[in-house]
């Protein structure tokens, strides 16, 4: 295995050589330093193993194995109708559309933004020039220190760009939806996105990831959101990927004085899906809120690792993550809380739910704090069981059967999170998922 990870090492220094040499003549100079720095991270760093103590429960060998070749650009008439049934694809609202990674104009759609309001993929910004992109991107996710957000640096080329200017309060969600498509070939994308929102501005943005297929496929992507003075940030991620794929992502939110950036987190798919979230409140009254929901079945691994950096003091922040095991599935929370020493006045709660399906399924969960500060209040805590029996006999002494009666409890156990999700129409969304994701394995077996 050693071998194979070394070769497929390798094979990214080579597709970066040939990146470097095409874009040599088009890619400003900051950009070209930033992807090089990138580049050298990763060749450090290498992948990650488990005696890394953020990677103990999450062996990244079978993906590190693969030699993914860059991702290819698919499109015509049979894919557009496929994506355009996809029920994620439905959402009335403005959206850009990437096919395995790369940017489709055909699909996307634009009308009626704001004035002032900039919303295209990132290569056509990147051509554009000037603007903030300099000042942001690449500023927030450390590469340095973190394998594959070095990777996705290096390889940084396309993704989503919002810009909202100052006082401007979007009337429906921005989606950046991401669509995996192959002919067998195992490929890897890596998407960049970047969300800037002004002072005291409004927006909610949601990026989904599905499949049309069940092909080997990599995404690697980082996502970066500054929220600016008193500005409110909403964003969603829903990842549906295919079970056969690798989704390794990165989010970063940056929260300002007076500013607030909720997160929620819905992860379907993969066979390995790992997020790591970091919200950093970095002005005093910033507001962060992370809310997440993991459901497994078969042989697949979640890994959750969450951030919440108090730089400042008189901020708050409120994190709850659900998570429902099927089969011999595995997931992992690590959530931490960090209070840093002129932090003072704090106020931060952690909770982390599990309910396990299977006597095979896995959780291994770790909520933390790290308080450098005296005068603050934090709580944080887990659980893990299975669904109360007492509660299957009430709902059976009113003639409801067994199976319904389960799935019923953990339905309920899943809309709370789900509920959280303000656009109606992909909360509706969200729930049909996770019934077609129970009944395809997740959900009531016989005790």
């Known amino acids: 295995m050693a071998l194979a990870v070394k070769k497929s090492e390798d094979l990214y220094l080579k597709n970066f050589r040939e990146l470097e040499k095409s874009q040599a003549l088009n890619a400003p100079e900051w950009l070209a330093e930033l992807r090089s720095e990138g580049m050298e991270a990763f060749a450090e760093l290498g992948f990650p193993t488990t005696h890394l103590e953020d990677w103990k429960y999450t062996n990244v060998a079978p993906l590190a194995g693969i030699n993914f070749q860059p991702a290819r650009y698919e499109f015509n008439a049979k894919i557009a109708k496929q994506i355009e049934s996809l029920p994620f694809a439905g959402l009335q609202l403005n959206r850009l559309v990437f096919v395995n990674g790369h940017y489709c104009k055909e699909l996307s759609s634009l009308a009626g933004l704001a004035e002032g309001v900039k919303v295209s993929s990132l290569s056509e910004a990147l051509k554009a020039g000037g603007g903030p992109l300099g000042a942001h991107l690449a500023r927030y ?247 109360d029996p007492e509660a299957i006999f009430y709902l059976r002494s009113r003639g409801i059967g067994r199976e319904e009666a389960r799935s019923l409890l953990t339905v309920a156990f899943a809309n709370e999170i789900i509920d959280r999700v303000k656009f109606q129409p992909l909360q509706e969304q969200l729930k049909a998922t996770l019934a077609a994701k129970m009944a395809a394995g997740t959900g009531p077996q016989e005790a």
Request: net charge negative; with cysteine; charged share 25%.
């Open 141 to 387: 996710a450390d590469f340095k220190g973190h394998a594959f957000v070095a990777l996705n640096t290096a390889f940084m080329e396309e993704g989503g760009f919002i810009e909202i200017p100052k006082g401007v309060v979007l009337e429906k969600p921005i989606q950046l939806l991401f669509v995996s498509t192959g002919d067998g070939e195992a490929w890897v994308a890596h998407p960049r996105n970047l969300v800037l929102a002004g002072r005291e501005s409004q927006a909610a943005v949601i990026e989904t990831y599905a499949s049309l297929d069940g092909n080997v496929y990599f995404n690697n992507a980082v996502t970066e959101i500054v929220a600016e003075e008193g500005a409110r940030v909403d964003y969603v991620k829903v990842q549906r990927e295919s079970e056969a794929a690798f989704h390794v992502a990165t989010v970063l939110a940056y929260a300002a004085r007076n500013a607030g950036v909720e997160t929620n987190s819905l992860q379907f798919g993969a066979r390995l899906g790992r997020e790591e979230l970091i919200t950093v409140l970095d002005g005093e009254g910033a507001e962060g809120f992370l809310y997440g929901l993991y459901v497994t079945d078969g042989r697949q691994l979640i890994d959750n690792h969450t951030t919440i950096d108090h730089a400042r003091p008189h901020c708050s922040s409120r994190e709850f993550y659900k998570g429902i095991l099927d089969g011999q599935s595995t997931g992992v929370f690590n959530g931490k809380i960090l209070v840093r020493k002129d932090a003072q006045k704090t106020d931060s709660k952690q909770s982390d739910k599990n309910l396990l399906l299977s006597e095979s399924a896995t959780i291994n969960t770790k909520p933390q704090l790290e308080i450098f500060a005296d005068d603050v209040k934090c709580t944080h805590g887990a659980t893990v069981g299975q669904i």
